[in-house]
């Protein structure tokens, strides 16, 4: 079945320093991909999407590059802040019919940025 | 737009007892999903709901365990008896055609304890 996995944490950064956290998929078809980000003690918040092959989503400094060759979707960012603190979520979604009409999200992984 | 709202917030009750748990999704959106996150088993997702009828329920954990949807602005999901390994955060999301294609919007979720 579709599945998405994501690097294990916690990730620990300084502040400014480079942010990878690593997302494969498996799935049927062409999926949708999601990056979500949940502060704590709140609900999952979309952060950035991508819907087809080679397409780049991108929100608050956030990247992520639809990589069907590799079935990837990494998220990046220059330069964390303190306040990017949070868990973050892969995962991918359907936009075909029938009882795909739904989202499978990874593990999480959970950030923490020191000053 | 006031986003999923879920009610209530927090929730502490004894072992054997009823628990209700409420959503009203965002105006227009047909989709509504319930999830369940602990930190030994992540996000899980419970039922899925589309044009207020079920979907998916395969993630609901027991019978002890039911989601009703009886119009497109309100969900419930209950458990009865309750047990203490349901303690866990729960969240409702809501989505145009099963968020595939543009992800979902989650409330703030629902703390439950159960002693």
């Known amino acids: 079945g579709d599945s998405v996995t994501q690097m294990e944490g916690p990730v620990t950064l300084s502040e400014e320093a480079f942010l990878t956290i690593n997302c494969t998929y498996t799935?049927?078809?062409?999926?949708?991909l999601f990056w979500y980000v949940q502060y704590p003690g709140e609900g999952l918040q979309l952060l950035l999407k991508?819907?087809?092959?080679?397409d780049k989503g991108s929100n608050k400094g956030f990247e992520a590059t639809y990589r069907k060759e590799t079935t990837s979707f990494h998220l990046e960012k220059g330069s964390v802040q303190v306040s990017d603190s949070a868990v973050y979520f892969c995962a991918l979604g359907f936009h075909s019919g029938g009882s795909n009409y739904k989202l499978t999200f990874g593990k999480g992984t959970l950030l923490t940025v020191n000053p | 737009d006031a986003g999923v709202i879920q009610s209530p917030r927090h929730e502490v009750t004894e072992m054997g007892q009823e628990v209700t748990l409420r959503c009203k999704p965002i105006s227009g959106h047909n989709s509504l999903f319930w999830y369940r996150q602990t930190m030994m088993r992540g996000l899980e997702l419970l039922i899925y709901?589309?044009?207020?009828?079920?979907?998916?329920d395969s993630g609901m954990p027991e019978d002890r365990f039911s989601a009703k949807m009886p119009n497109a602005s309100f969900s419930t999901l209950k458990i009865q008896p309750s047990e203490p390994r349901d303690s866990a955060v729960y969240f409702c999301?809501?989505?145009?055609?099963?968020?595939?294609?543009?992800?979902?919007?989650f409330g703030q979720g629902t703390r439950l304890t159960v002693v």
């Open positions: 799935a049927t078809g062409y999926p949708s």
């Open positions: 999301a809501s989505s145009l055609r099963g968020g595939g294609a543009r992800g979902a919007f």
């Open positions: 709901f589309n044009n207020n009828v079920p979907i998916d």
């Open positions: 991508a819907t087809k092959a080679d």
